[in-house]
């Protein structure tokens, strides 16, 4: 049987590491692997190469198409099932992914057979054997959705996993004519190893909890740790939603990596309490390469975090900033920028930053209200726009008592400080100043300075909001 799964590109309005950053798709290496050898499988990555899909359609012919979709990838998604579907008029088509789970109304589309909810590499076996088997209705498989005229009827629930060691290694070769192009920021090449899923904290703006139910569910050490020694790549992304959500089971990961001699490099997320109350495992990361962590820091005003329900005690930044300081680990801090803001509250941010030598990294995200979220129910009535792409954590999607032009334009300008001090902070002179990899930052940095320059065009703003 002929199986094609797709990556497809982030919207072009859409803002952000798409233009300086490529990940592999991990989800998709996954669900190859869960399949039979007999089985002919092609990974399509249109976030690499926006025209592979259509050359590809030529010579091979799939019986089922899958395709994976964030919130940004709506609409790409569906146009890339509807190429299929062209090309491949009797191939199934089947849509995953997050968005999906979360929202699977958004994928009601005459090009789109089944939806998967939850973590599909079981479903997404089940669904091709059945296929191979000749099968015409699949509403015995368990954890989807299927498409019925102009509704889609759920199949039954099918469980979250309890751990992820029940599924395959990833099959890395299906994306080996794309590995070199998967880049981090300055990182020329980087894997992506996902260590575990899911979040158990309530932050009311966050999708991870509501994908897992508010479960964690996590990979063996012992799996991990062969996987990333196999990798070809020496700079690694743990793609966790809460990767020291369990501090135990992080503290025998590093020390396996330790023992086995696996030198890498790596990138992961951290909560700021999760740095502040477990010093010494961090320091046992440090040894085994952790060089980079991305951390929510939201506000400097604790007031503030605690009405979108991020629950962190005041004083766990600054132990956070203080104990990556003294260990060489960088952070790429995350702020939320709020309808109110102005010039006066960019500027509390950047001498924030400037206090904190170990900030390498600032990202300014304005409040996004993720369909399936708490905070999309609360403020479901007062969304701009329901275009997926601008979901992307860089458009202001909700009034703003700031003239959105205002806000853009201070957000580009705040980028620009980053920049310059993310220049100094992490040393970028003492590598190839013009080398191919710097120069496609460059042109990604440039790509996203002139969309904040329209930016405001893009959704259509109410009046402003009054101040209280």
Known sequence: ?????INPPCGERTIGLKNIARIEPLNLELLGAALPK?????????????????????????????????????????????????????????????????????????????????????TFREI???????????SHIAGMMIRDGDRLVPT???????????????DRSLTARYRNQYFYLWEKRVAAVRSSVGCSYPCI????????????????????????RNLDEDFVYLCDDHAFHNPARMEELAERLLS???????????????????????????KAGLMLVMTGLESVDYERLKLNGKRIEEGSDEAALSILAELGIGMSAGFLVEPHFTERDFAAIDDYVRRHPAILLTEFTPLTPFPGTPLHKKVENEILTTDRQLFDLQHFLLPTETPTRDLYRMMRNAYGRMILRAFFRARLWQGPMWSLQFLKLLNGLRHNFLAFGRAHRDIPQAAPTPAE
């Open 205 to 228: 703006f966050c999708s991870c909890r509501v994908f897992t139910n508010g479960s964690f569910i996590a990979r063996s050490p012992e799996l991990l740790v062969e996987e990333i």
């Open 260 to 286: 086995a001699g696996v030198k890498k490099r790596y990138f992961t997320y951290a909560r700021a309490d999760s740095i502040a109350e477990n010093p010494e495992l961090f320091k046992l990361w440090a």
């Open 38 to 122: 007999s089985d002919e499988v092609h990974v399509v990555d249109m976030e690499v190469d926006p025209k592979d899909l259509a050359r590809t359609l030529r010579d091979f012919r799939p019986d089922v198409a899958g395709v994976t979709s964030e919130v940004v990838h709506l609409d790409t998604a569906k146009a890339a099932l509807r190429l299929v579907r062209t090309a491949a008029p009797e191939c199934l088509t089947v849509v995953g992914g997050h968005h999906p789970t979360v929202w699977p109304q958004d994928f009601l589309d005459p090009a789109i057979d089944l939806v998967v909810r939850g973590d599909g590499v079981n």
């Open 156 to 170: 039954r629930m099918r469980p979250l996993p309890t751990t992820l060691d029940d599924q395959p290694m990833p």
């Open 128 to 138: 091709c054997a059945a296929r191979a088997d000749g099968a015409a209705d699949f």
């Open 1 to 5: 049987m002929k199986v094609l799964l």
